[in-house]
């Protein structure tokens, strides 16, 4: 079983920045980054393997998806943060190729979360 554990949320101002981390217990083919609003599905933010970055067109510019050589961490770095980036923050990981990085339903194996918080 996978295992994944997201870290880095928090509260910011409107323009701010924050980074957020996943560790990940074993190597993942694909790993992506995903939130949930209030009242809302969720939605795929970043995803990443080994050919493909993929960006949901909301933060296209502002937010980065990295993944060190060791494969076993992931970022996501968040700039200008606007409150609509308000939202629980999940990564997923799954061992195969995946036809989209940013279908939340093509992941196997989820973090629990972290909350990211903007106020205007």
């Known amino acids: 079983q996978v295992q994944l554990v997201e870290s880095g949320g928090g509260s910011v101002q409107a323009g701010g920045s924050l980074r957020l981390s996943c560790t990940v217990s074993?190597?993942?083919?694909?790993m992506g980054w995903f939130r949930q609003a209030p009242g809302k599905g969720r939605e795929g933010v970043a995803g990443?393997?080994?050919?493909?970055?993929t960006y949901a067109d909301s933060v296209k510019g502002r937010f980065t998806i990295s993944r060190p050589n060791d494969k076993k961490t992931l970022y996501l770095q968040m700039n200008s943060l606007n409150p609509e980036d308000t939202a629980m923050y999940y990564c997923?990981?799954?061992?195969?190729?995946?036809?989209?990085?940013?279908?939340?339903?093509?992941?196997?194996?989820w973090g629990q979360g972290t909350q990211v918080t903007v106020s205007s």
């Open positions: 997923a990981a799954d061992r195969r190729l995946l036809s989209s990085l940013l279908a939340p339903s093509n992941y196997n194996y």
């Open positions: 074993e190597y993942t083919y694909t």
């Open positions: 990443i393997d080994s050919t493909r970055i």
